[in-house]
């Protein structure tokens, strides 16, 4: 009954955010969305909607960061990339990105096709695709049926392999969380994780780095443009 209750809840506190959004009532609809996730629940259209309500409300960091995490749950949503890369307009800071090679990009473009459990269901499915085609060539009287079973069956073992691959380089990046958002209005990088060091550069608020190394209250970050620095803990928020 308790979980009953607390599901009844949460899908109260998703319908009253709605509603708040709708009548453009954005404070209180993040308030809602974020009642949700401290919860313990959480999914890529709730961080969307929260992303949206706090870009309705001027909060551009807080937009960046929920659409960011909505992006990692659900790589492929055509919305959020839009609505991101809306968000990302504002952004002071411009980087450019290094470039990567082709076949990088072409195997990120396919990774990100779908989140972890789809592809895991993919790779399970071609395994038991696999174990049907095993059967078949062991048992099979037909030299023909043995021979078409045993190259489809090579097939679904190397399909089963990179798809299972794919999702757990998804997994990887949603339980590491390497990446953050900038959330001090302007901040200086420093060549180590010390007050005293040398500068390197500015950044401005809601640009996204990559986390590197940690050092007590100092985190390594890496710009997409090859840059690397440390920043105090307290200018980030993880992804």
């Known amino acids: 009954f308790l979980n009953i209750s607390a599901q009844d809840s949460i899908q109260v506190l998703w319908e009253r955010g709605n509603a708040y959004y709708t009548t453009e009532e954005y404070q209180q609809a993040i308030s809602a969305y974020e009642q949700i996730l401290s919860s313990g629940q959480e999914s890529a259209r709730l961080y969307f909607n929260l992303g949206n309500a706090c870009y309705k409300a001027g909060d551009i960091n807080n937009a960046i960061l929920n659409y960011e995490r909505a992006k990692l749950l659900a790589p492929?949503?055509?919305?959020?990339?839009?609505?991101?890369?809306?968000?990302?307009?504002?952004?002071?800071?411009?980087?450019?990105?290094?470039?990567?090679?082709?076949?990088?990009?072409?195997?990120?473009?396919?990774?990100?096709?779908y989140p972890a459990d789809a592809w895991a269901g993919i790779s399970i499915g071609a395994f038991i695709f696999f174990l049907g085609l095993l059967g078949l060539f062991i048992?099979?009287?037909?030299?023909?049926?043995?021979?078409?079973?045993?190259w489809f069956g090579i097939l679904a073992v190397i399909i089963s392999g990179f798809t299972f691959s794919f999702a757990g380089r998804q997994k990887e990046k949603i339980n590491q969380r390497k990446h953050a958002i900038v959330f001090c209005p302007r901040v200086t990088v420093k060549s180590a994780p010390a007050q005293n060091s040398t500068d390197?550069?500015?950044l401005y608020e809601g640009?996204?780095?990559?986390i590197s190394d940690s050092v007590?209250?100092?985190?390594?970050?890496?710009?997409?443009?090859?840059?690397?620095?440390?920043?105090?803990?307290?200018?980030?928020?993880r992804i």
């Open 139 to 150: 048992f099979s009287r037909s030299s023909s049926l043995k021979r078409i079973s045993f």
């Open 200 to 202: 390197l550069f500015l």
């Open 76 to 113: 492929q949503d055509e919305d959020i990339e839009f609505n991101l890369r809306l968000a990302n307009q504002f952004v002071v800071t411009e980087i450019e990105a290094l470039p990567q090679p082709f076949f990088v990009r072409w195997r990120n473009r396919i990774i990100n096709l």
């Open 216 to 237: 007590n209250t100092w985190k390594e970050i890496r710009l997409s443009d090859g840059n690397v620095g440390w920043l105090p803990d307290s200018c980030i928020v």
């Open 207 to 210: 640009v996204k780095v990559e």
